[in-house]
Nanobody, 119 residues
């Protein structure tokens, strides 16, 4: 069982920055993949960026450049600094962990945090 706790969301001016944090209850080296997802007011939930325990990173195209996913093994956490934010980045941001058990993959979600670039 993996528990994920997110923090760092909030209200920011367009063009400003937010930094999201996600802390895992287990050693993140045992987690196959950690990622950030978001769900806007009228959107389905979709991936923003992900990072595997091999170090492999993937981004949605809009996230390349302004967003940077990273992991902190010592703190069992991942971070997502989001720069030059736009109103369209308004969403609830979720942290997700995928664990590769011998019985198969299992996914765990954090509770979600709001990120709102708004003037």
């Amino acid at each position: 069982q993996v528990q994920l706790v997110e923090s760092g969301g909030g209200l920011v001016q367009p063009g400003g920055s937010l930094r999201l944090f996600c802390v895992s209850s287990v050693d993140i080296n045992s987690i196959y993949q950690l990622g950030w997802y978001r769900q806007g007011p009228v959107d389905i939930r979709g991936v923003v960026a992900s990072i595997r325990n091999t170090g492999e990173i993937e981004y949605r195209k809009y996230a390349e450049g302004p967003f940077t996913i990273s992991r902190d093994n010592a703190k069992n956490s991942i971070n997502l600094p989001m720069n030059t934010m736009k109103p369209k980045d308004t969403a609830v941001y979720f942290c997700k962990a995928t664990v590769n058990y011998t019985s198969g993959m299992k996914h765990y979600w954090g509770q979600g945090g709001q990120g709102t670039p708004s003037s």
